[in-house]
């Protein structure tokens, strides 16, 4: 399901802290519109972000809080 996600010109990308059973984990969040794929991690470190999208060429979309703001990003990999 990520292979297909990943073929989408134009993927969302969100992150979010859960808590289970006591521990606080992370969900990142992988959408083209139509299908959604979750990946659980206990860290927020960018290698499974980075995994992912090593091969992935088109437009990201992230949001990125910075205190009260939000700022929507458009990211466009390289062609290259």
Do not use: W
């Not at 808590?19 to 499974?48: H, M, P, S």
């Not at 437009?59 to 990003?73: A, H, P, R, T």
């Amino acid at each position: 399901l990520m292979q297909r996600i990943l073929t989408y010109p134009c993927v969302h990308i969100e992150e979010t802290k859960i808590n289970i059973q006591g521990t606080d984990q992370y969900v990142c969040v992988f959408t083209d519109g139509n299908y959604v794929v979750l990946k659980l991690t206990k860290t927020r470190e960018a290698t499974l972000v980075h995994d992912i999208l090593s091969n992935y060429y088109g437009v990201l979309i992230l949001i990125v809080y910075f205190g009260l703001s939000i700022y929507y990003i458009l990211l466009i990999s390289s062609l290259v």
